[in-house]
């Protein structure tokens, strides 16, 4: 179903015009040659309205050409130009990509997305400001429609961006939880595999938008502008792109960092229990080997004698045991390694 539609765009004389909420007949009305115009579509089924709305539209292009693409998609048909980013969403347990679709003519421009595109949405919310910052003059049509574009590109790179954050707070929350005092029972290893398959889909959704943003730039389509000066723009979106993807790498570094830690804080609980069970069964054992001695028959000795060499030999069996497995106590949860790991969480 198409759940909302909208336009803006700069109409004659350069002055900017926004629609909201309007029937999308009543758009494509609007589109004519040498005013930009810009098509807002939130649909519940991008696959299935996207075709009914291009038709109307009269924009020559099969999606599936780019919904069939991984994560992202470029398809440039000279005078149509379609393109597919992917949206980041980051829920309680697992992070999906949710995919935008941008598709360009000569003075116009149409996104379509479903409610997880909402940026954009809010990004339209200003399109009067953004309107009047683009070239007026009838023969810039394709300096107005790339520096648009870019600004479409840079939302949706801004937007996944903030997804990250929020993996880095389950991250150290984690961590904080297994720090405390107070633990609770949990899988650890279903949760921290649940951020390293939210950071693998973070950083395919990354390089696949960094794919598709140098494809606009030096794929050279018709609908963009020749202007290297314009052009250059999307190195500001390369460049982020990449901090993003090197940001990412290094949450991922840290995060199996802490796989090795907790591995080994468990291992080192378990050697301390088997310290520990050491110690009682050594004290136990040479008394018991004593009073066993002890036993033979006609082996004639006073109790006066048996009792403190029994209680002698416990307690210098139990200091030599717990003196020689001393070297093997470890320190539990709460060490100094989560503490390191907590200040490189919030370097970042």
Same mark, same amino acid.
């Given at each position: 179903m198409l759940k909302a539609v909208s336009i803006a765009?700069?109409?004659?004389?350069? #002055?900017?015009?926004?629609?909201?909420?309007? /029937?999308? *007949?009543?758009?494509?009305? $609007?589109?004519? !040659?040498?005013?930009?115009?810009?098509?807002?579509?939130?649909?519940?089924?991008?696959?299935?309205?996207?075709?009914?709305?291009?038709?109307?539209?009269?924009?020559?292009?099969?999606?599936? #050409?780019?919904?069939?693409?991984?994560?992202? /998609?470029? *398809?440039?048909?000279?005078? $149509?130009?379609? !393109?597919?980013?992917?949206?980041?969403?980051?829920?309680?347990?697992?992070?999906q990509t949710s995919p935008v679709l941008i598709f360009m003519k000569k003075d116009l421009i149409l996104t379509i997305h479903d409610d997880y595109g909402g940026k954009i949405t809010k990004l339209y919310n200003y399109s009067n400001s953004l309107m009047r910052k683009l070239p007026k003059e009838p023969e810039q049509w394709a300096d107005r429609q790339t520096i648009l574009l870019f600004r479409l590109m840079d939302e949706v790179s801004e937007t996944n961006f903030s997804s990250l954050r929020i993996i880095v707070e389950q991250a150290e929350q984690l961590e904080i939880d297994l720090a405390g005092s107070r633990q609770t029972e949990r899988d650890i290893g279903f949760e921290i595999s649940n951020m390293k398959r939210s950071l693998l889909t973070f950083l395919n959704a990354v390089w696949a938008t960094h794919d598709t943003v140098r494809n606009v730039k030096f794929g050279d389509p018709d609908m963009l502008t020749d202007d290297d000066d314009i052009l250059e723009k999307f190195e500001v979106i390369l460049g982020r792109l990449d901090r993003q993807i090197q940001m990412a790498e290094n949450v991922m570094d840290i995060i199996s960092t802490g796989v090795t830690i907790i591995q080994t804080e468990t291992s080192n609980k378990l050697t301390k229990l088997i310290v520990w069970l050491t110690v009682a069964a050594t004290a136990v054992l040479v008394p018991n080997t004593v009073a066993t001695i002890f036993g033979i028959p006609d082996l004639e000795i006073s109790w006066s004698w048996i009792a403190p060499i029994l209680i002698i030999s416990t307690l210098i069996s139990a200091i030599v045991t717990y003196r020689w497995t001393k070297q093997f106590s470890v320190n539990p949860f709460g060490s100094k390694k989560f503490k390191n790991l907590r200040k490189r969480f919030r370097t970042k």
């Open positions: 765009g700069i109409e004659e004389q350069g #002055v900017p015009f926004k629609k909201e909420s309007i /029937a999308l *007949e009543e758009a494509a009305k $609007t589109v004519s !040659i040498g005013n930009l115009t810009w098509i807002e579509c939130v649909v519940d089924d991008i696959v299935n309205e996207t075709p009914k709305i291009l038709e109307k539209l009269d924009i020559q292009m099969d999606p599936k #050409v780019l919904l069939s693409g991984y994560v992202s /998609a470029y *398809e440039d048909l000279g005078d $149509t130009l379609g !393109i597919m980013l992917p949206f980041i969403v980051t829920g309680d347990s697992r992070t």
